[in-house]
């Protein structure tokens, strides 16, 4: 499990870990995550922090957060997340939609799944037992 601060962000395009996974399967260096603003609090997230990602209402991953840097200069600046291409499976979470990024507290995070894959269940399933509060 992550050990510092974490961002928590919608994954766009991708309604599945697999169809981001497809994604970027030409992809053998880390990712790179373009976002509009610079976190303020960067130094927190890169002492073990990791990107929770948001599939159709559900965390269901996380990638540990390498680096942060601003490209450019304003108005044009942005920042540039590099993100381990290891995909965490997490135990299927339900959260709302929102736009852009989120701090998301180590307190909060949902825990990992087996790397063998032990404790997978389908999303719906998954979604029911979050919220009668089963699981």
Known sequence: M?????????????DTIEDLLAYHQDDSEPWLLHTRMSPKRGDELLDGGSLYRIFKGMILCRQK????????????????????????????????????????????VPPDLDADGDGEIPMELARQLREAGAW
């Not at 992550?2 to 991708?14: I, P």
């Not at 540039?80 to 998301?104: H, K, S």
């Open 65 to 108: 957060i390498l680096a942060i840097r601003t490209v450019g200069e304003h108005p044009n600046a942005r920042c540039e997340i590099t993100l381990d291409p290891e995909i965490i499976r997490v135990a299927p979470t339900p959260r709302r939609a929102f736009q852009g990024w989120r701090y998301f507290e180590q307190k909060d």
């Open 2 to 14: 992550a050990s510092g601060l974490n961002m928590l962000r919608l994954c766009v395009g991708c």
